[in-house]
T-cell receptor, first 110, second 114 residues
Framework: QKEVEQDPGPLSVPEGAIVSLNCTYSNSAFQYFMWYRQYSRKGPELLMYTYSSGNKEDGRFTAQVDKSSKYISLFIRDSQPSDSATYLCAMSGGTYKYIFGTGTRLKVLA | SAVISQKPSRDICQRGTSLTIQCQVDSQVTMMFWYRQQPGQSLTLIATANQGSEATYESGFVIDKFPISRPNLTFSTLTVSNMSPEDSSIYLC???????????FGDGTRLSIL
């Protein structure tokens, strides 16, 4: 079993939809949880950086962490075609060693 | 956040040759890392580039294959040595200001080996 599981997609949604992206993990020592967005032929861009459980909101993006269920989510409201990308979750136990998911490809259809 | 530039952005190389990838940051950073990203797989940490000393390699990666330099707080290089088709991948540089600080990535080097 992988330490971090992420559905590879692709996930196709119409413009304006609410998107839910998810990762599950097995290591209860993880404390820091990140979401990156990666456009084709570009590097990962940090979207959200959260510590422990709870919610964090930034514009149209909301990150949720449920440590009891070992489950994290990224919600995108009012999705736009420009949100079409691969979304990577990552997590760490407080060191520089990040464990990444394999990424979910998202397509937002105009 | 820091601006991270990687060179080259892509290359096609012959089997058995070596390629050096550069990572330049526009401000001083505490930590620099090198990752590999293969299709359908998660990002894998190759090593931490330490300023003025030998890099710290992760399991499965060795200095002879992936020598790394970090002469100062804004620059690092990764060399992929004696390349084979299995080394075809995207190589990414990332930076952070500490263990509990977020990592930021460059745009990567897309490497194909013939």
């Amino acid at each position: 079993q992988k330490e971090v599981e992420q559905d590879p997609g692709p996930l196709s949604v119409p413009e304006g939809a609410i998107v839910s992206l998810n990762c599950t993990y097995s290591n209860s020592a993880f404390q820091y949880f990140m979401w990156y967005r990666q456009y084709s032929r570009k590097g990962p861009e940090l979207l959200m950086y959260t510590y422990s459980s709870g919610n964090k909101e930034d514009g149209r993006f909301t990150a949720q962490v449920d440590k009891s269920s070992k489950y994290i989510s990224l919600f995108i409201r009012d999705s736009q075609p420009s949100d079409s990308a691969t979304y990577l979750c990552a997590m760490s136990g407080g060191t520089y060693k990040y464990i990444f998911g394999t990424g979910t490809r998202l397509k937002v259809l105009a | 956040s820091a601006v991270i530039s990687q060179k080259p952005s892509r290359d096609i190389c012959q089997r058995g040759t070596s390629l050096t990838i550069q990572c330049q940051v526009d401000s001083q950073v505490t930590m620099m890392f090198w990752y590999r990203q293969q299709p359908g797989q998660s990002l894998t940490l190759i090593a931490t580039a330490n300023q003025g000393s030998e890099a710290t390699y992760e399991s499965g990666f060795v200095i002879d294959k992936f020598p790394i330099s970090r002469p100062n707080l804004t620059f690092s290089t990764l060399t992929v040595s004696n390349m084979s088709p299995e080394d075809s991948s995207i190589y990414l540089c990332s930076v952070a200001q500490g263990d509990n600080q977020p990592q930021h990535f460059g745009d990567g080097t897309r490497l194909s080996i013939l």
